[in-house]
């Protein structure tokens, strides 16, 4: 189903460097901005588009760098987490925003978590869908093997050049599995396929993708300024093949302020598996949140 009618723009983040995103919904709405994934794009959020946008919010749906028609700065160094957080602050300033609800799953969900740790004051509310706080993420995964073990293409996707030949053989099968194998039957038509083909053969998207994985390398969490002040809201697919259910509850102790909702009939992909619930479940933490009185912002590091 496509979303409601929207528009398209360019939006500079950094010298050199713009994003495409999706907009829609009314200007003087407040601003909600959704951060897809690993191997999405915007179009990984078109069920929650429309829906956010009837109920008065200002939509900004990126393609995050390095994936579909945003621009793909060459080198890891481009796709730490510190630079991809400051290409949210950007969208924020870009559209007048002194704060914005932010929303986003699996490696946009890091994102997220990234953003409102380093800039608390920017974010108003935080949904996280299936994707761990990064140093909640490293800390889990050295206590827990068993992660480590579903984690096992994290190791893969740092050899340089063969993951992208891989990725790229026979129309992208692998990536086309990633997404079938991993989801009930269907919920990845041949339609919804091929949108996602047509975003992976943009140039030079395949080795921006995995350098976001590339990227981890550098990332310590006794560096982290790690704690999340902003009220926090944590959906988790439960049946998810990548990451496991414990995640959540560790990302959520690393929070002034969260909720976890599970959703044991469904996998990494629940805001495509749920979107009714998912969309329920966001409205009412966002709406709860612009409705009540003296909500203050949080500041700390």
């Not at 969490?221 to 509850?249: M, N, Y």
Request: hydrophobic content about 45%.
């Amino acid at each position: 189903m496509p979303p409601d009618p929207h528009e398209t723009i360019r939006v500079p983040v950094e010298p050199g460097v713009a994003l495409h995103a999706v907009v829609a919904g009314p200007p003087g709405g407040p601003v909600v901005v959704l951060l897809h994934g690993f191997p999405e794009f915007w179009y990984g959020w078109r069920k929650q588009i429309g829906p956010l946008a009837q109920a008065g919010f200002r939509v900004i749906v990126p393609d995050q760098r390095g994936y579909g028609l945003s621009d793909k700065p060459a080198g890891v160094e481009a796709y730490r987490l510190d630079r991809l957080a400051a290409d949210v602050v950007a969208i924020a300033d870009r559209f007048g925003a002194e704060t914005i609800d932010l929303v986003g799953h699996d490696w946009g969900g890091v994102v997220a978590w990234w953003v409102a740790a380093r800039h608390p004051l920017r974010v108003r509310r935080l949904v996280v869908v299936n994707a761990p706080h990064p140093v909640a993420a490293i800390r889990y995964a050295r206590k827990h093997r068993t992660q480590l073990r579903r984690s096992w293409y994290v190791a893969f996707f740092q050899l340089p050049a063969v993951p992208e030949w891989l990725l790229a053989r026979g129309g992208y099968r692998l990536l086309q599995r990633a997404l079938t194998a991993s989801a009930p039957p269907d919920l990845f038509g041949p339609a919804e396929l091929a949108a996602y083909r047509a975003a992976w053969s943009s140039p030079g998207a395949l080795t921006g993708m995995v350098n976001w994985y590339r990227s981890i390398r550098g990332f310590r969490a006794k560096d982290a300024r790690a704690r999340i002040r902003s009220p926090a809201l944590i959906l988790w697919g439960a049946r998810d093949p990548f990451l496991e259910a414990g995640l959540a509850e560790a990302s959520a102790a690393l929070c002034d302020r969260a909720t976890v909702l599970r959703y044991d009939d469904a996998g990494h992909w629940v805001q495509h598996e749920r979107p009714g619930p998912v969309n329920a479940a966001i409205l009412q933490f966002l709406d709860g949140g612009r409705r009540s009185s003296g909500e203050a912002a949080h500041g700390g590091g």
